[in-house]
């Protein structure tokens, strides 16, 4: 496996480098056929906000270590101890599961941020119980209904944002418009014109399985 790996260093299609993934900047084109895509894409509504969570305590740890150099007193407050000793846990797990690849000069793709993205919403849900559960200084810790409010819509977004890209997932049917309207970066390199205009020029129904499609490893030659 470690020979297969570090053989793998020829350019592909659809590879990506580690400074792009946090930020969503590609995807990976696994199946096309029939005017329908499956793409590996993300849901932006949980990536984006993971990764201001790993960029909120990056900031936090900067300012927490100049006040410490200045002896502030921050670390007195168990509160500021917490949240820097359990979110930077955290935070270092991502690191561990995100910098490394950095020195792999092997095929990379998007699927490898997976374990990362997993710390980093880690995280993001850290600091909302900190914000909205723990610091008292907010004035939100005796209001518990605003914190399972925005955490309800919050929850509710990302399941609306899920569906808008699921035919990309799913290799549903979809139309140019629809597709060109949720395409928000110009990285994202699904193309849109792969659709009908219409729902209704979908006269056929999705075979019961891709067994007659080429293979995802023959098409697109992704290794893991």
Excluded at 159 to 187: H, I, R
Aim: hydrophobic share 45%; charged share 15%; with cysteine.
């Amino acid at each position: 496996m470690w020979r297969t790996n570090k053989g793998l260093t020829e350019s592909h299609a659809w590879d990506s480098r580690p400074p792009s993934w946090p930020t969503l900047k590609r995807g990976i084109n696994f199946w096309g056929k029939d005017h329908r895509q499956i793409y590996l894409l993300g849901n932006p509504a949980i990536w984006y906000p993971s990764t201001l969570a790993i960029v909120t305590y990056v900031l936090f740890k900067v300012v927490a270590v100049l006040r410490w150099q200045r002896s502030c007193g921050d670390y007195s407050s168990v509160n500021f101890k917490r949240f820097d000793y359990e979110i930077g846990a955290t935070v270092l797990g991502w690191a561990f599961h995100y910098f490394p690849f950095f020195l792999m000069a092997r095929q990379l793709f998007l699927h490898h941020y997976l374990p990362a993205l997993y710390f980093a919403i880690m995280a993001m849900a850290q600091i909302y119980d900190f914000g909205f559960h723990r610091i008292r200084s907010f004035g939100l810790r005796n209001t518990p209904a605003i914190g399972n409010t925005v955490a309800a819509l919050f929850v509710v977004f990302a399941v609306v944002v899920f569906t808008l890209f699921a035919p990309l997932t799913y290799g549903n049917p979809w139309t140019q418009d629809k597709c060109k309207a949720v395409k928000l970066v110009d990285t994202w390199d699904f193309d849109c014109n792969t659709f009908h205009t219409s729902y209704e020029k979908y006269n056929t129904p999705l075979p019961l399985a891709f067994g007659d499609a080429t293979s995802t490893s023959k098409m697109v030659g992704i290794p893991p």
